[in-house]
Each structure stands twice: as C-alpha cells, then as structure tokens.
C-alpha cells in the first residue's frame, strides 16, 4: 500500500480522503454572497438542467442563456455533488470565518474544513479495509470512519466495539473483551498481537471515560486503531486463508504423507 498521510488542517500535502493520492493540496477561504432578502437557495432537478442544456446548445450562440458554460458543472453538483465551480465570480462577498475548503491537485475534489477538523469528505482515515474483514466488523469500522475527521473519540469507542466482534468471530465468548484476548494468548496468539489487542482495548476505555489518553488532543492516535485492527485480520484471518489456499493447491499425494506427519506429531 502507498505511503499515507493522515489529511490535516493547512498542511500542503496529504493523502487525498477522496482519491487517496498522496497528493499536493490547495487551500482557500470560503466566502459568502448573500441573496436578495427572502430569496432561497436554488436547487435544479437534475433532467431538467440536462433538458435546458440540450436545447440551449442547438440554438445560436448569440441566443443562449447567459450561464450556458456554466451548465455542465450546475449538472454535475445537482447530482448532490460538493464541488468548487470552475467558474470565477467577482460579487460582493464576505469571509466565513473556520471554514476553509483544501482541493487536491490529483483528482481535483475538495474538502471542507471546520475549524481545524475535516468536515467533508466523511472519511476514515484509512480508505483501505481489509478485504477478510466480516460484515459485522466492517460496519462498526465504516462507522468509526464516517465520525472520525469530527471526533476520533467516537472513532475510537467504535473501533473498541469493531474488535469486541472480531473477538468473538476468532473463538472468544464476546462479552469480556480481556477475557477473549486471555483466550487467544492461551491458544498461541502472538505477544505482539496481544499487544495491540491490549492497545485497541485501552484507547478505546479511555475514549470513552476521562483517562490519561486523550483521542481528541491527538487524532493520530485513533488513527493508528484502524491501521492495528487491519493488522490483526492480516494476521489471523488473511494470512492462515491465503497458507490454506496455496496448501490446497497441490496434489493430494503430496499432501497426504506431510499431513500424516503433522498429525503424528501432534499426538
Ligand atoms: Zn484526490
């Protein structure tokens, strides 16, 4: 996997939360132009947008709606789409304070920043999940990646959760988590690996009552959680499925004389 870096407010480089280059970032303010006193946000129906374009472009040049260049993008953001317009527009304007908008320079998306926080996209800080991770478990760690840019706290208490399932789902009873982790350590789990359960289990304690570790102060902290619950599946649901695999793939007469030795031993 690239190189990733963690986005953060006014930093010039970080991994794109929407395409995940590793990528130089532009910043701007945002400012506002008010509208006419009792005047609505407009909001187009996508068709409709698409139907006007379609008829603004067989007419003369000379004939079209003013904002005609600007069709192309009001289609795409009706879509639901955030997005900067390509557009420049010189009105009268006012600055919004905390609120600051990074573009990526390769794909060119923006996110919003409130505050110091990455406020959109609502992304995990790790896009990759690991693909053995079951359903139960991938949905607590998509939960924790939705809030995390706005409180790795939750993230944190979240990934807790993540790991309480994927306990159980590797033989622990799941409903004490250093039981379970106790469990796994009798049956020859790694030290390293209980470990980094121990790590997952004590951040995510403190996230959730007032301790020594605080999530918020350091969102690196919660961030490293999703890069460590990814490393427990590698280790125990990837790598013994991916030895199974390459195992079954030879010819059962070579297999048979080695799995009478193993299990010879193992008596
Ligand atoms: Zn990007």
Redo the contacts with the bound molecule.
């Keep these: 996997m690239a190189t990733y870096i963690l986005p953060k407010f006014g930093e010039i480089r970080f991994s794109?939360p929407?395409?995940g280059?590793l990528?130089h970032q532009y910043w701007g303010a945002t400012m506002v132009k008010w509208l006419k006193k009792d005047a609505s946000p407009a909001r187009w129906g996508i068709d409709e947008l698409k139907k006007v374009y379609e008829e603004q472009k067989e007419l003369d040049p000379k004939e079209r709606f003013s904002d005609f260049e600007k069709l192309p993008e009001y289609i795409e953001a009706a879509s639901g789409k955030i997005m900067a317009s390509r557009h420049r527009e010189d009105p009268y304007s006012h600055l919004i304070y905390q609120l600051d908008v990074s573009k990526?320079d390769?794909?060119e998306?923006i996110a919003l920043w409130m505050g110091d926080k990455m406020v959109f996209p609502a992304v995990g800080p790790s896009v990759f999940a690991n693909q053995d991770m079951s359903r139960d478990v991938r949905k607590l760690y998509d939960e924790a990646g939705a809030v995390f840019s706005t409180s790795p706290r939750s993230a944190a208490a979240m990934l807790r959760l993540a790991l309480q399932v994927l306990l159980k789902e590797l033989g622990g009873k799941g409903t004490n988590i250093n039981d379970d982790i106790d469990y796994l350590s009798d049956n020859g789990l790694s030290p390293q690996l209980v470990k980094v359960m121990h790590s997952l289990r004590i951040i995510g304690n403190e996230s959730v009552h007032p301790g020594q570790i605080s999530v918020d102060d350091d969102p690196s902290i919660a961030e490293a959680m999703f890069r460590l619950i990814n490393e427990v599946i590698e280790q125990l649901v990837t790598r013994p499925r991916e030895q199974e695999e390459l195992w079954l793939m030879l010819p059962e007469n070579k297999r048979k004389p080695v799995e009478k030795k193993i299990n010879k031993t193992e008596k």
């Design positions: 794109c929407h395409c280059a990528a990526c390769s794909c998306e």
